[in-house]
């Protein structure tokens, strides 16, 4: 059974601070691992993606994520944060392209 | 680029009444699936479809059913709709092939209002 678990409900931090947003997860099978944005009232749009290439993968708007397969672990970074990043982020995890299962959501404020 | 259509974008019905949503993926996306997502919710995976065929079935209510037609687009059928059907429904698609895993291009979604 897979699963993913967003340690994290909210996140807060200062415009140009970083971002570390927590993701681990759970899969009977090498799974692939996405990191989705939505922003208030709208779609979901993909960040990045991890299919068992590259462990470190970068995504667009600056955001990466390293997937740690000894920590089951997917978390998502930004070296500095910027006001437009606030938004709704959400792991999934997806096992063989049939199964998806989404995290709760991290909510990420930025203060000025 | 042409992205997923999801028509319509707004629906206000009242209980116990039908609904019909449509979603249309990208050209050559051979997969769609659809989602529910409550209001301060996580999207709750529903069902999807591989070539016309149900690939998989998540939290779908037995009053709901779906299909995939022969030009790949899909409807989600909800019947004796319940105010707690109100929600952002989404469909995704993704062009799966002979490769698993590929990411899932989602559409804007449909704001489904039970009143």
């Known amino acids: 059974a897979q699963s993913v678990t967003q340690l994290d409900s909210h996140v807060s931090v200062s415009e140009g601070t970083p971002v570390l947003l927590r993701c681990n997860y759970s899969s009977s099978y090498s799974p692939s691992l996405f990191w989705y944005v939505q922003h208030p009232n709208k779609g979901l749009q993909l960040l990045l993606k991890y299919t068992s290439a590259a462990t470190l993968v970068k995504g667009i708007n600056g955001f990466e994520a390293e997937f740690k397969k000894s920590e089951t672990s997917f978390h998502l970074t930004k070296p500095s944060a910027h006001m437009s990043d606030a938004a709704e982020y959400f792991c999934v995890v997806s096992d063989r392209g049939v199964k998806t299962i989404f995290g709760a959501g991290t909510r990420l404020f930025v203060k000025a | 680029a042409a992205g997923v259509i999801q028509s319509p974008r707004h629906l206000i019905k009242e209980k116990r009444e039908t609904a019909t949503l449509k979603c249309y993926p990208i050209?050559?996306?051979?997969?769609v699936y659809w989602y529910q997502q409550g209001p301060g919710q996580d999207p709750q995976f529903l069902i999807s479809f591989y070539e016309k065929m149900q690939s998989d079935k998540g939290s779908i209510p037995d009053r709901f059913s779906a299909q995939q037609f022969s030009d790949y687009h899909s409807e989600l059928n909800m019947s004796s709709l319940e105010l707690g059907d109100s929600a952002l429904y989404f469909c995704a698609s993704s062009f799966t092939g002979t490769q698993m895993n590929n990411e899932q291009f989602f559409g804007p979604g449909t704001r489904l209002t039970v009143l």
């Open positions: 050209p050559r996306h051979d997969t």
